[in-house]
T-cell receptor, first 112, second 115 residues
Framework: NAGVTQTPKFQVLKTGQSMTLQCAQDMNHNSMYWYRQDPGMGLRLIYYSASEGTTDKGEVPNGYNVSRLNKREFSLRLESAAPSQTSVYFC???????????FGPGTRLTVL | AQTVTQSQPEMSVQEAETVTLSCTYDTSESDYYLFWYKQPPSRQMILVIRQEAYKQQNATENRFSVNFQKAAKSFSLKISDSQLGDAAMYFCAYRRRNRDDKIIFGKGTRLHILP
């Protein structure tokens, strides 16, 4: 039981490049989330998916797109990376409305 | 809108002593969850403890306990017998019950354990 996994762990991009962050969970959770963590800002929600086939914007969605490929996988795409998107990205999942979320190990992204 | 405030950016405590981390929140909801998450240097977010707002009894998990004051909208974390492994960033968080949306996080308190 791996929990929530994220790939890659580290990534460096140049401004304007695109990339997709992958997330998968093996806990049969319905809901999945993408957060970004910046120094002094805590975690902020980018997008979430309450169930397969649905996605909703969070607090900071601009510059990102997401895909809920199936129940297990939820990907985050940066179409044209900007230095302001330099951050640590966390994927999380939860079983519907049941309380806590379980987090992946994070991806450190640097945009030059 | 719901907000979570942690007023202590950093704290230090001597090993084996007790420390309390503060958290206040603002909400118009009556039914919700509150959490404390720990983030060690490994970056992994680990759930420490959770509290359901409809329960009056304060949650405890081994050396970790909370002081939940619903009327005051206060949710502090007490760590007893502090250990070196407790050194981490601690985040207070809020989530509405029966609503499958975001957890709202505070900005965190960095806890240092002094040997």
């Amino acid at each position: 039981n791996a929990g929530v996994t994220q790939t890659p762990k580290f990534q460096v991009l140049k401004t304007g490049q695109s990339m997709t962050l992958q997330c998968a969970q093996d806990m049969n959770h319905n809901s999945m989330y993408w957060y970004r963590q910046d120094p002094g800002m805590g975690l902020r929600l980018i997008y979430y998916s309450a169930s397969e086939g649905t996605t909703d914007k969070g607090e900071v969605p601009n510059g990102y797109n997401v895909s809920r490929l199936n129940k297990r996988e939820f990907s985050l795409r940066l179409e044209s990376a900007a230095p302001s998107q330099t951050s640590v990205y966390f994927c999380a999942s939860s079983y519907g409305t049941v309380n806590e979320q379980f987090f992946g190990p994070g991806t450190r992204l640097t945009v030059l | 809108a719901q907000t979570v405030t942690q007023s202590q950016p950093e704290m230090s405590v001597q090993e084996a002593e007790t420390v309390t981390l503060s958290c206040t929140y603002d909400t118009s909801e009556s039914d919700y969850y509150l959490f404390w998450y720990k983030q060690p240097p490994s970056r992994q977010m680990i759930l420490v403890i959770r509290q359901e707002a409809y329960k009056q009894q304060n949650a405890t998990e081994n050396r970790f306990s909370v002081n939940f004051q619903k009327a005051a909208k206060s949710f502090s974390l007490k760590i007893s017998d502090s250990q070196l492994g407790d050194a981490a960033m601690y985040f207070c968080a809020y989530r509405r019950r029966n609503r499958d949306d975001k957890i709202i996080f505070g900005k965190g308190t960095r806890l240092h354990i002094l040997p």
